[in-house]
């Protein structure tokens, strides 16, 4: 309050402004920012004044700063305007983010983070990665186009998805490849390259006479 003199001797009481709870003033038709709140102290139409409490467009959010990101088991969030936390994305076991709705490629395999509409959020594996590499039968990585032979006869190349494609049998003493579920021959002998629901096998005999 303030006591204000007229230029007629006479005086009169004004409110200067209002007090929060913590004693912080804010004069009269302004607004302070306290901590996670914003007080407004302003004059209605009826000439009362009223103090108004409301969350500030930088509160925190249960503790983390306006602006600042944090990982809540796999998930990134940030705190936005009055302490609304934003999902981000997914965090991968390896710590790379895969921003909300967005599909990455995380160890050979193709992972989408979702925020659905009710929201739950899911990260699902979609499969294979598109780009994703192959393993021999020793292990060894191999990159998609690379062809090679394995127990001997068979060649093998790596697919899209990293699925590994059985082309058929080599032998020396045949120049071309032998195509799966065929024969050849070449001198005295039959060379056969066979492959059913995933099992291969590859002999040879002697031609009939």
């Known amino acids: 309050m ?3 003199i007229e230029p007629n001797g ?3 009481t004004e409110v200067s402004g ?11 038709n302004s607004e302070k920012e306290i901590g996670d709140h914003t007080w407004e102290c302003k004059m209605n139409p009826n000439g009362h004044i009223v103090l108004k409490q409301k969350v500030s467009n930088k509160a925190s ?3 983390h700063p306006y602006g600042s990101e944090w990982k809540d088991k796999s998930f990134q969030f940030k705190c936005g305007e009055k302490g609304v936390p934003k999902f981000m994305g997914c965090v991968t076991s390896s710590g790379e983010l895969i921003p909300d709705g967005e599909v990455k490629s995380v160890d050979g395999y193709e ?13 699902t594996s979609l499969g294979r990665s598109i780009d994703a590499k192959c393993k021999d039968s020793q292990g060894q990585e191999r990159n998609q186009g690379d062809t090679w032979i394995e127990n001997k006869y068979f060649e093998k ?3 899209e998805r990293g699925m590994v494609e059985v082309n058929g049998c080599r032998v020396d003493a045949v120049e071309d490849l032998i195509p ?4 050849v021959s070449a001198g005295n002998l039959e060379y056969h ?10 002999y040879s005999k002697v031609k009939a006479q």
């Open 157 to 159: 190349t790596c697919k």
């Open 18 to 28: 209002c007090i929060t709870p913590d004693k912080t003033t804010v004069p009269v």
């Open 10 to 12: 006479s005086w009169r």
């Open 2 to 4: 303030k006591c204000k």
């Open 61 to 63: 959010c249960n503790g």
């Open 180 to 183: 799966l579920n065929s024969k």
């Open 111 to 123: 992972m989408e983070c979702m925020k659905h509409p009710n929201g739950t959020i899911t990260m």
């Open 193 to 202: 390259c066979e492959g059913n629901d995933g099992s291969f096998k590859f």
